[in-house]
């Protein structure tokens, strides 16, 4: 079955500063996402990659897909308090069902002035 | 724009009762979601909903729970019995078809607490 890892698990960085968190997954996804999670709230749905090589932006969060290397990454560019919260990647598993999306364990980032 | 709702947003419970925790997907959609998410840990997948009935289901999702559409609009998750390990933010999720066409739309939650 479909396994979605992420790290880190838990990110503290300066406004301004530029990081990376990546998302494996062990089997071949339809799709991959990200969502981002405030705390005690629900999942706002940042990204959909849907193909190898895809790359999707918005604002200063950049979310690109490697299907061959089972690898997702969430790139944030100078980042500001605004972006704090939990952020998730989740894939569609394959075949077997179309419904089902699994999550990742999260990552919390909390971004310090 | 569109939304998926849920009420209520917190239910508090004791241990043994019945909760229905309820759902209005976005009106056009298909397919309906229920997800878990116990505090501090990830989103589990417990069922999937397609044409009244059950589509998929996960380990979870054993007899003590069931999912109804009992009318056009609402989608509900019910356990009959709740359990303390129960105690949960239950999210709805829609989708217009299948998710690996579509992406799923999340209700806000409803926070359970069984005590």
């Known amino acids: 079955e479909l396994k979605v890892e992420q790290n880190p698990l838990f990110l503290s960085m300066q406004e301004g500063k530029n990081y990376t968190i990546y998302c494996n997954y062990s089997?071949?996804?339809?799709?991959l996402y990200w969502y981002r999670q405030d705390p005690g709230k629900s999942l706002e749905s940042l990204f959909v990659?849907?193909?190898?090589?895809a790359v999707k932006q918005e604002g200063r969060l950049m979310a690109s897909l490697d299907t061959k290397a089972r690898l997702s990454t969430l790139h944030i560019t100078a980042a500001v308090h605004d972006l704090s919260a939990t952020y998730f990647c989740?894939?569609?598993?394959?075949?077997?069902?179309?419904?089902?999306?699994?999550f990742g364990p999260g990552t919390s980032l909390s971004v310090i002035p | 724009e569109p939304e998926v709702t849920q009420t209520p947003s917190h239910q508090v419970t004791q241990m043994g009762q019945e909760v229905i925790l309820r759902c209005v997907p976005i009106?056009?959609?298909?397919?309906f979601y229920w997800y878990r998410q116990i505090l501090g840990q990830k989103v589990e997948f417990l069922v999937s909903?397609?044409?009244?009935?059950?589509?998929?289901k996960s380990e979870i999702f054993d007899d003590q729970f069931s999912v109804e559409r009992p009318d056009g609009s609402n989608f509900t998750l019910k356990i009959r019995s709740t359990k303390l390990e129960d105690s949960a933010m239950y999210f709805c999720?829609?989708?217009?078809?299948?998710?690996?066409?579509?992406?799923?739309?999340f209700g806000p939650g409803t926070r359970l607490t069984v005590l």
């Open positions: 999720a829609s989708s217009l078809l299948t998710s690996s066409y579509n992406e799923q739309f």
């Open positions: 089997t071949t996804s339809d799709r």
């Open positions: 990659l849907l193909s190898n090589g």
């Open positions: 989740a894939g569609l598993a394959m075949k077997t069902s179309y419904d089902k999306v699994i």
């Open positions: 009106s056009n959609h298909l397919y």
């Open positions: 909903f397609y044409n009244n009935e059950i589509s998929e």
